[in-house]
């Protein structure tokens, strides 16, 4: 089994980036109860992009926890700063978490050659096709609307790949993730039923400017017990999510508050109302179950024997069981439920040009199409934006991360590793219903990609085996940390 032990550090090493990030918060809170919330715009990203340096090239795991932390706070930093001095969109502050995000993309470009030809293959070949795609795009449309496409499609890959960097140090990824999913899952969760239940002014304002100015209606109304919740986050399907990866990790967390935690959690997850994201929860279920020890999936039974005691008394009660109870009887409507008509319409219209595409459109081109929207398909995203040149790869690249994952013989061992393989497998099977690829959404899936990976060589480290075949895991040993 893996040691959870964290490894010894002197006190003043911690106290550092604790005071960066102390610093940050402080700074952004005072601004905005004294009304100056207007340098935030821009103070905001500049100063959690010079913490996040600071973290990148002298603390990494606090780096990652900042890096996963910004992005589950940042759209909420963006609606009390609008709230305060007036919509703006697009707007920087939301640039905040790509900004560090893509500081990883360094270690990639460090590590290219050996990258290559032994374990960073597979983020190689999805980074080449997003590459090609940039390519493709600066030939139909304007440079910055490339560039943030880029952000999009990138930031992913590199801090996938910069957590798979670190193997070596997997106990301390391990113990950096579950505190930052804990914590996280607890925070996000009960802020998410805070705003279904009273709909906070800042949520208000900004959800009556996405109806009016931006014609978007799928968030529900600015009203107490009519949003449809996607809390800290900017959309309810990528903190759905966020949240499925929540949960799923609690099941591997030792901590009093993994109960509490998980509560706010699936009652937050179910009022996001996002089908698919719940449909992929019982998927990471089935494959979570089956991967652990028969004492390990009798004690995660037994949690689940809990959970239930807890979330469906909570679920069946008023205000939310109308609201979640209807939206669980779309599950069995098929074909009577509009979402599924106007996916099966957008997939009509779509796919035959998708398949057609051998260059693609290239980064920048957005689905614009009346049934189906620009995030509700990462399939026709992908061969719309990369054609089959780029999707191949892409594709490539993701299907040997999760080969990968399923040959990590330990996850019967440790739970945290069975449960970034369920994570893994969860996510990617929504992908015909949203872009799980794109950040942020793409963020968990390819961080948690990244782990499964860091958890494969770390084992091949520990227990080497001369008769197996890895099929891109061979140069284990030669690879170098940052």
């Known amino acids: 089994m893996y040691s959870t032990q964290p490894q010894p550090k002197p006190p003043q090493q911690l106290s550092e980036p604790w005071l960066l990030i102390g610093c940050l918060v402080v700074f952004t809170a005072l601004c905005l109860a004294v009304n100056v919330a207007s340098i935030l715009r821009f103070a905001f990203p500049a100063g959690s992009l010079a913490v996040g340096a600071l973290l990148f090239f002298r603390y990494p795991m606090f780096y990652i926890g900042f890096t996963w932390w910004l992005w589950f706070l940042t759209p909420l930093v963006r609606r009390l700063i609008d709230w305060e001095v007036g919509w703006l969109d697009p707007n920087p502050v939301l640039l905040a978490p790509f900004l560090v995000s893509f500081l990883s993309l360094l270690t990639l470009l460090i590590q290219l050659p050996k990258a290559i030809k032994g374990n960073g293959l597979p983020f190689v070949l999805s980074t080449v096709a997003v590459l090609y795609g940039a390519f493709i795009g600066l030939m139909s449309y304007q440079v910055q609307t490339v560039i943030l496409a880029l952000l999009t499609w990138l930031t992913p890959v590199s ?170 009887q779309t599950l069995f409507s098929g074909q009577q439920d509009g979402s599924f008509i106007d996916r099966s319409l957008g997939y009509s219209s779509l796919l035959n040009d998708a398949l057609s595409e051998i260059e693609g459109r290239g980064l920048g081109y957005v689905i614009r199409d009346a049934t189906i929207g620009g995030n509700d398909s990462g399939i026709l995203t992908l061969l719309l934006n990369l054609g089959w040149f780029g999707t191949i790869p892409y594709v490539a690249g993701m299907a040997l991360l ?81």
Request: glycine share 6%.
């Open 402 to 482: 999760v080969f990968s994952a399923l040959q990590v013989r330990q996850a019967s061992n440790d739970p945290f590793v069975g449960a970034c393989r369920a994570i893994v497998i969860a996510l990617i099977s929504q992908i015909s219903l949203n872009t799980v690829m794109l950040t942020p959404f793409g963020i968990v899936l390819w961080g948690f990609m990244g782990l499964a990976a860091a958890a494969r060589v770390y084992e091949a480290q520990q227990t080497p085996n001369p008769m197996s075949i890895e099929p891109f895991l061979d140069q284990a040993r030669s690879s170098p940390e940052r």
């Open 159 to 328: 801090f996938g790949y910069y957590i798979f960097s670190h193997w070596r140090q997997f106990p301390e990824l391990k113990r950096v993730t579950e505190k930052v999913f804990l914590w996280g899952t607890l925070v996000m969760g009960a802020y998410g039923v805070i705003q279904f239940l009273v709909a906070p002014l800042w949520d208000q304002y900004w959800l009556q400017n996405l109806i009016s100015v931006l014609q978007i209606y799928s968030f529900g109304t600015p009203n107490p017990l009519s949003i449809r919740v996607f809390s800290t986050m900017h959309s309810p399907q990528p903190f759905a999510g966020t949240m499925v990866a929540g949960v799923l990790v609690l099941f591997a967390i030792k901590s009093p508050l993994k109960i509490v935690s998980s509560g706010f959690g699936y009652l937050a997850l179910l009022l996001t109302l996002a089908r698919a994201a719940w449909l992929s929860w019982f998927i990471g279920l089935v494959v979570y179950i089956p991967s652990l020890k028969p004492k390990l999936q009798m004690r995660l039974i037994v949690t689940l024997m809990i959970l239930s005691l807890v979330i469906f008394p909570l679920a069946m009660i008023e205000p939310f069981s109308t609201v979640i109870s209807s939206r669980v």
